[in-house]
């Protein structure tokens, strides 16, 4: 449960407007419903029913940052995170999926779509008719996007032809409109230029589902741009900075999962150490396991209040890379830790698939990688207090 009304030593109520709090109780009780009692259904399998996705739409929660007048619900971003982490709470792989769709298709296209491109996409991408994907990554690009190799060339004014290869894309195989960047030439400094394009999933050539570790019911594919339409989005050359834009959004969005991921694994270890005895007494009586789960709650608490840093700073609509960046590396990596402490304290029966604990722990593990690895976060962080340090100093002088 949310409890965000009756907790009161939560400090995010106080950036949610009663619209928010009472959309935020809907989706408690839409995955209460239609998500949770699925969950392990759905790991089994690896995938995710398209109809999820549509019911989703139908909550409110596959436009959730986007206006009104295109069909959104022009929520803030604290709500965002929240919507996420009961979502990752259950299923962390819907979780992702709606995030990507979120903060990267959608966020991109509505931060550089032309009118008719807008026309063209929404309301669709926001009431669940349609999913949409973002491709940046490939064999050789990642959060090195100079490393692009899909080409994209303008044949006649307007008329662009792609082709590549695009892998680990979420909703890759499953969208119904694409984001995807690609290079459109060279700049004066004899570098890349990457554009974004939208592409409609007619033009692509789906290959396979990646098998991952983790959040395997979550669709991260690969897929081939042979001569491929695309329309230019944003302006020629824009891409990448348009690219880093959506990002900072998306790193909300992992670090909420990463919240949803953790307060479960520490509400399985609680319920778990009070229930289960060991040489006559509850494992909760051992210190040992006390100062796990003190460490458990210590970290999940400073995660929250980093990731609600970054969505009041977003919500300003200043610049919050850095806190972007903050919140994800500790939130994801405090997960990690987390669902690990809690595997220990469930110990062989925590090991196996009887119960959610193990997937926790595997789902996990992408927050650290995905959207910007940890070293990643600590390369925007770092960059950005030694610019800081140095603009101060010039100061000075």
Known sequence: MIDLAQDPRSLWPDHLSSAEMKFLLEVER???????????????????????????????????VVPRRLGGQELGYAAYALAIRELARHQAALAIDVAAHNALATGHILGNGSPAQLQKVFPRLVNGDWVGAWALTEPEAGSDSGGVQTTAVERR?????????????????????????????VTDKGRKEISAFLVERSQIKPLRKVPTCGLRASETSEFRLVKARGELLGVRGGGQHAALACLDKGR??????????????????????????????????????????????????????????????????????????VAKLFASEAASRICNRSLQIHGGYGYTRDIPVERYWRDARLSEIGEGSSEVQRIVISRALLKSADESLAGVR
């Not at 259904?41 to 690896?46: D, S």
């Not at 008329?159 to 499953?174: A, D, M, S």
């Not at 210190?287 to 700073?313: G, K, N, P, S």
Request: charge should be positive.
């Open 157 to 185: 004014p307007g008329r662009w032809e792609l082709n590549g290869f695009k892998r680990y894309i979420t909703l890759g195989r499953k969208a119904d409109v694409l984001v995807v960047m690609a290079a459109s030439g």
């Open 252 to 325: 909300i969005g992992v670090a909420a999962v990463s919240l949803g991921l953790a307060r479960a694994a520490l509400d399985a270890a609680l319920q778990h150490a009070v229930t289960r005895k060991q040489f006559g007494r509850r494992l909760a009586d051992f210190q040992a396991i006390q100062f796990m789960l003190a460490d458990c709650e210590t970290e999940l608490r400073a995660a929250e209040l980093l990731v609600l840093q970054a969505a009041i700073l977003a919500n300003r609509g200043v610049p919050h890379a850095k806190e972007s960046s």
């Open 30 to 64: 839409f995955v209460a419903r239609q998500v949770a009692p699925h969950a392990e259904a759905w790991e089994r399998k690896e995938e995710l029913p398209r109809s999820i996705f549509t019911q989703a739409g139908r909550v409110g929660l596959m436009g959730m």
